[in-house]
């Protein structure tokens, strides 16, 4: 008997069967379905046991002679297709009979059944032939007529009479659609074929606690809860729960509790755990080999699956440049009864067929999922390099320009002809036109640095000619403003006289009256102790609390019951009444504050900072949880009210789910550069992040991968998800906003910028996407990615863009200082409004009617829908950075670079400061651009 109960991650095998529980019923139906059809094709999803079920069932019951039909004895022939399917089969019978056949030609079936007859001549013997894993016939590039003639094969031995051939194939059923590639073998599936059941909670129970029973152990109650309440919310369960229960015994166990769970990592880690501990020790050279053995032993196939890729070790070392007897050390750390996450077809052979135990191992270690992911991103690189060499070579293509060269480059930089060669045989023509493509660049860059200097000469002179026509108007100019000076103090002088007489007369009324105008007209006839201003209209307006914010102040929240949170960049956050006076002490963090959200639902701020502290407080100024750390600033946090999670993102390249006392909830969320945010999609129960590294990414709330990444060709800058209609939109710096399902792989063509987009959104009512970027321009499309308007133009980058669903209009505020709305179909309507700077952001304000605007010039604005003013503008110091419509008060709340925050009356003085709040908070912002 075995020393373990427990197989770990492979597949059962015949030897196992002792240990395999919970499948009676499906053994008996296999037997049945057998004796039936003589083909059987056992069909499930990848991880349901498909071939264990076999392999630890059905044959073993064969052997035992629970399937009799004049023959009581079973010979079983193994083999898988692989990338040489028919010389697997001749291999699989010469090995279990000692027989050569023929592997290629024709009426191979017959000549195998004659042999098998001869190689068994007591009519006592049956043979089952079982071809696992039967969907590598899919998956990996081969003769498409070596696979016709392997299925007439298989199919003609199971039909002929001559010798009991018994056929059994187990396949993935995500591949059943592809059997109509095949004459004959759709028909077969539709006889015989069983598709495998999930089991049920007892038959759960009997797979769990039957093993340990042979050892005389057992389980607590609460731990065997915890597994069946947790496994059927597992993907991949029965291998991931064998290698959580292998991991969890020891030789002595007799009893298995929660500790010795919690200490394996869990159904959610186990896995991943016990594959990193792989790599423990390794230096970063033998650790990048690793990354190319598993690159190499994985494929990404047409659908964006990803499966296994059964290879030699010898192929390997060519990949990769190693040397053999280096390579298979390295992966020894990955074969065996302690870690069975990879399989060698014979251990005393000098170059062994190596393959990945199971693809759980592939869904369940994210480091070998980002090893997959990077694979699968270098090899549609050089697919498409090696297509476009041949449209090149067909002048159907032109050169590649950057960052395309940039990308093809540093690709074969790091990779050789054996890699490339798996993938396009057109490698020559490839290297060729990526040195054309490069040369070409060389010169083009030439051409545009000669350009470049002769526009630098030009610029040079017409900057002198300027210069001089500056100096000339700058002497006028001086002399003009000396001659109105002059006369300014004559008039000044003369006031001043005017009111001294009226002084000696007794006339103060009067005499102040030319004092002050004197003052006016000219600073010089200001003498403090001769003439007073009058100031108190000036401190009803602006009372100054300078001392009680210190710090520059990076933004603005609104509370209810008509409180202010101020975040600063001294890393205090604080409480405001309207009135200007505090309303709770200072809430402390280490760095300068980025952002705060208040949860409604819990009564408590959420706020983050610049090093990497999350931290909820009370609205008394006291922490509410621990502090949740990242190992770099924090772009961004929400709050998953229906899960009860905070989730944060990070410069640090992760996001992170919490548990609201601020203990981690989940394992990292990890792309490979900054984390630009995240959402919840409430409705699937899954996270989507989006990243500088060029990826959106959906997750579970385990913080496991559910979906193929969705790639851009650079950084992901924003994402949405469409509730209503199931999918999700991405916008990119390569210029491209795009509609994706939720399994990852695109929904329509490409909306294409010629340069970065700043953003996109979905206008549900209209079913329409609105796009806006760095090329000037906005455009409306279909979810297709059909334009539907005219390009909305401005002469500079279009910072943001909004729908006004009440008036049926278009908003676009842009960097050229404008503001405009536009008709749906493109057509611009009423006049710019005009800033004198980049104006920042832009609001409608319905109730109102009017458009509120605030920018760069130190100005916030209201403007009707016409492009006219309704008001005097709103003035700062410094620019405007934010505001906000404080709407069942009819005022408006500004903040600017200029360290102050402003409450403006929107109705009784149009755009002068509200009396309610005085002047205020001493602020600034620290802006950051990502």
């Known amino acids: 008997m075995s020393k373990k109960p427990y197989v770990g991650l492979r597949p059962f095998n015949q030897e196992d069967h002792l240990f395999f529980f919970g499948r009676r019923k499906q053994v008996t139906a296999l037997l049945q379905g057998l004796h039936d059809t003589r083909f059987l094709a056992v069909v499930g999803g990848s991880g349901s046991g498909k071939s264990s079920l076999v392999r630890a069932g059905l044959l073993p019951a064969l052997d035992a002679g629970y399937l009799l039909n004049h023959r009581d004895r079973w010979q079983f022939i193994i083999c898988k297709p692989g990338d040489d399917p028919m010389g697997n089969l001749a291999r699989a019978v010469d090995a279990a009979t000692g027989l050569e056949i023929e592997q290629t030609g024709g009426g191979n079936a ?71 590639r095949f004459q004959g073998l759709p028909e077969a599936f539709n006889q015989g074929q069983f598709l495998v059941p999930r089991l049920t909670r007892a038959q759960l129970r009997e797979a769990v606690v039957g093993p340990a029973s042979l050892f005389g152990a057992q389980f607590t109650p609460r731990l065997l809860d915890r597994l069946l309440n947790r496994i059927v919310h597992t993907t991949d369960e029965l291998p991931v729960l064998q ?77 990769t440049g190693a040397d053999a007897t280096h390579l298979r050390k390295l992966l020894g750390r990955f074969v065996g009864s302690d870690r069975s996450f990879l399989f060698l077809s014979s251990s005393e052979d000098a170059d062994p067929l190596i393959d990945i135990s199971h693809e759980s191992l592939i869904r369940r270690w994210p480091t070998l999922r980002t090893w997959v992911e990077e694979e699968a991103v270098d090899a549609r690189r050089y697919r498409r390099l090696a297509d476009d060499a041949r449209g090149w070579e067909k002048e159907t293509a032109g050169h590649w320009r950057e960052p395309r060269l940039s990308q093809g480059l540093e690709l074969l930089a790091r990779k050789n002809k054996v890699w490339a060669m798996r993938y396009d045989e057109d490698f020559q023509k490839a290297t060729n036109f990526l040195e054309q493509s490069r040369l070409a660049d060389e010169r083009e860059r030439a051409e545009r640095e000669a350009l470049r200097r002769r526009q630098t000469m030009l610029g040079w002179a017409l900057a002198v000619i300027m210069l001089l026509a500056a100096l000339v108007s700058f002497i006028y100019a001086r002399q003009a403003r000396l001659a109105e000076e002059k006369a300014e103090v004559r008039l000044a002088e003369s006031q001043w006289a005017v009111a001294v007489a009226n002084k000696q007369t007794g006339d103060s009324l009067k005499a102040n009256h030319y004092f002050a105008r004197a003052a006016m007209t000219h600073s010089s006839f200001v003498h403090g102790s001769q003439f007073e201003l009058q100031t108190k209209w000036t401190k009803e307006i602006v009372l100054d609390v300078t001392g ?44 300068s504050i980025s952002g705060a959200k208040y949860l409604v639902s819990e009564r408590v701020l959420l706020i983050w900072d610049s090093k990497g502290t999350v931290r909820l407080w009370g609205l008394d100024g006291t922490p509410a949880s621990r502090p949740m750390k990242h190992k770099d600033s924090v772009l961004g946090a929400s709050y998953l009210e229906a899960a009860g999670k905070l989730l944060t993102w990070s410069e640090d390249r992760t996001a992170r789910l919490w548990d609201l006392d601020g203990t981690p909830a989940t394992p990292h969320l990890k792309h490979n550069k900054s984390v630009l945010g995240a959402i919840f999609l409430e409705s699937t129960e899954k996270i989507l992040t989006w990243s500088l590294d060029g990826t959106a990414r959906l997750w579970d709330l385990d913080g496991f991968p559910c979906a193929i990444p969705i790639r851009h060709e650079g950084g992901v800058r924003g994402a949405t998800y469409l509730r209503t209609l199931g999918k999700l939109l991405t916008w990119g710096e390569d210029g491209i906003s795009r509609v994706w399902g939720l399994d990852g792989l695109p929904d329509s063509h490409p909306m294409e910028h010629r340069k970065r987009l700043r953003g996109a959104s979905f206008l549900e009512s209209l079913e329409l996407v ?66 004198e700077d980049i104006v920042r952001g832009a609001s409608y304000l319905d109730g109102p009617g009017k458009l509120l605007t605030w920018s760069n010039d130190k100005t916030a604005r209201l403007w009707w829908l016409d492009g006219t003013p309704a ?14 419509f404080l709407e069942g008060q009819d005022k408006i709340l500004t903040w600017s670079e200029d360290r102050t925050v402003r409450l403006w009356n929107l109705v009784a003085r149009r755009g002068s400061p509200a009396p309610s709040l005085q002047g205020v908070f001493i602020t600034s912002r620290t802006r950051r651009e990502y």
């Open 548 to 591: 009680k914010v210190w710090g520059s102040v990076n933004g603005t929240l609104m509370l209810p019951n008509d409180l202010v949170l101020t975040f600063s960049n001294n890393g205090k956050a604080r409480l405001w009444r309207l009135d200007g006076t505090p309303s709770s002490p200072n809430m402390t963090h280490n760095a």
């Open 770 to 835: 609105l796009t806006w970027g760095n090329d000037g321009m906005a455009r409306l499309w279909t979810l297709g990615g059909v334009p539907v308007s005219l390009p909305m133009i401005h002469e500079d980058t279009v910072w943001g863009a909004s729908y006004l669903e009440s008036e049926k209009k278009l908003l676009t505020w842009s960097w050229d200082g404008t503001v405009r709305i536009w008709e749906l179909s493109g057509k611009p309507l009423g006049l710019p409004m005009r800033h």
């Open 871 to 884: 008001s005097p503008p709103m003035k700062h110091e410094g620019a405007v950075n934010g505001v906000n």
């Open 243 to 319: 290698h959580l229960l292998s991991r969890m015994w020891q030789p002595d166990t007799k009893l298995l509790d929660l500790a010795a769970y919690d200490e394996a990592g869990g159904l959610e880690h186990a896995l991943a755990n016990h594959a990193e501990e792989a790599l423990t020790g390794l230096s970063d050279a033998d650790r990048h080999l690793v990354a190319q053995c598993f690159q190499g032993l994985t494929e990404t196939d047409a659908a964006n699956r990803m499966v296994r890729r059964p290879t030699h070790l010898k192929t390997l070392a060519a990949v």
């Open 110 to 180: 017959a000549a195998v059944a004659a042999k098998l007859n001869a190689a068994f001549p007591e009519n006592d013997t049956n043979v089952l032939l079982l071809v696992d894993q039967f969907e590598e016939l899919f998956t990996l590039e081969k003769d498409r007529r070596a696979c016709e003639f392997f299925v007439e094969n298989l199919l003609a031995l199971s039909r002929q009479t001559d010798f009991p051939v018994y056929l059994c194939l187990t396949m993935r059923s995500d591949f059943l659609g592809l059997c109509d």
